[in-house]
């Protein structure tokens, strides 16, 4: 089983407002990431979980707030975004590092009015 | 620094036809790994294939066939018989083992394959 799965798949957000992205994996991985897609772009890495521990941090404004609350789940908090936010976000796992494959959930839309 | 060349912005087929998408990478170490990904427009990064820098033998897998040549730093993917549903947006990226370096991707190829 190689799933990840994400949650919501679509998501309309207010500049003032706070929402969560969900994702989950139950393939034993230990290690996490969210990455950004913008349109006709490729993805973009945000942030990197290693054993629970973030590891990597690519310099992203502080109104994305990651959480990895155990081996299973990732979230990302949301918080005063920007219109130039809007983006596809997608979750990933792997088994241990970034040198193993990374298997991608389905994304969410985000739109932020 | 690790650097990933799709050259190809864009490819159009007609169903039937072969197509070869091009990778070129660039790298300081000896030991890295490429990937392939599939983009379809739902939008989820679909894993195709992961090649170690020591394993230059190229594969086949179905349709689908890639080669892989350190000399020229290439690893390129050829879809055999193209189908409609092969049309995607197609990513090679680039891992370095030792510096532990994110995952590069290149810029994208979109292919069309028409009926």
Redesign the interface.
């Given at each position: 089983d190689?799933e990840v799965t994400q949650t919501p798949k679509h998501l309309v957000m207010g500049m003032t407002n706070k929402k969560s992205l969900k994702c989950e994996q139950h393939m034993g991985h230990r290690a996490m990431y969210w990455y950004k897609q913008k349109a006709k772009?490729?993805?973009e890495?945000m942030f990197?979980y290693s054993y629970e521990k973030l590891s990597?941090n690519?310099s992203v404004p502080s109104r994305f707030s990651p959480e990895c609350p155990n081996s299973s789940l990732l979230n990302l908090h949301l918080h005063a975004l920007q219109p130039e936010d809007s983006a596809?976000y997608?979750c990933?796992s792997s088994q241990d590092?970034?040198?193993d494959?990374?298997?991608?959930?389905?994304?969410t839309?985000l739109t932020v009015l | 620094a690790q650097k990933v060349t799709q050259a190809q912005t864009e490819i159009s087929v007609v169903e039937k036809e072969d197509v070869t998408l091009d990778c070129v990478y660039e790298t300081r170490d000896t030991t890295y790994?490429l990937?392939w990904?599939k983009q379809p427009p739902?939008?989820?990064?679909?894993?195709l294939i992961?090649r170690n820098s020591f394993d230059e033998q190229n594969e086949i897998s179905g349709r689908y066939s890639w080669n892989f040549q350190k000399s020229t730093s290439s690893f390129n993917f050829t879809i055999t018989a193209s189908q409609v549903v092969d049309s995607a947006v197609y990513?090679c990226a680039l891992?370095e083992?030792v510096n532990?370096?994110?995952?590069r991707?290149?810029?994208?190829t979109r292919l069309t394959v028409k009926p």
């Open positions: 190689t772009k490729p993805p890495l990197v990597i690519e596809l997608l990933a590092s970034q040198r494959t990374q298997y991608f959930g389905p994304g839309r | 790994y990937f990904y739902s939008g989820e990064l679909v894993f992961r990513f891992s083992a532990n370096n994110d995952m991707f290149g810029a994208g």
